[in-house]
């Protein structure tokens, strides 16, 4: 159990500071464009949350880490396509 955990530790870490690193030398105009590609892999975490979440066993902290990343990846999804959308309708023409 201690191994998952530290592997699953260090992916975290690993794909917080990649993620951190690629998103800072992104040009502005190009972060409306890549929302879509973030809301893809959020829900891939999503989807992944669920499927794992049975698999955690009794562990209380694996739970919480589980419910947290759902809790994210779902704020993410909806705050995504809200600003999508946003931005979708600038660009439709008035009549």
């Keep these: 159990?201690?191994?998952?955990f530290?592997?699953?530790?260090l992916?975290?870490?690993?794909?917080?500071?990649?993620?951190?690193?690629?998103?800072?030398?992104i040009p502005q105009t190009l972060h409306t464009p890549l929302m879509s590609g973030s809301n893809a892999i959020s829900?891939?975490?999503l989807i992944a949350?669920?499927?794992i979440y049975p698999e955690v066993?009794?562990?209380?902290?694996?739970?919480?880490?589980?419910?947290?990343a759902l809790a994210l990846a779902t704020i993410n999804i909806v705050g995504g396509f809200s600003v999508?959308?946003?931005?979708?309708?600038?660009f439709k023409k008035n009549d």
């Design 11 to 25: 992916i975290t870490f690993l794909a917080s500071f990649i993620g951190y690193e690629l998103i800072s030398k």
């Design 1 to 4: 159990m201690e191994t998952i």
């Design 57 to 68: 066993g009794e562990s209380q902290f694996l739970k919480i880490i589980v419910l947290t």
């Design 49 to 51: 949350a669920i499927l």
């Design 6 to 9: 530290l592997l699953t530790l």
């Design 43 to 45: 829900g891939i975490t």
């Design 84 to 90: 999508t959308g946003r931005i979708l309708e600038m």
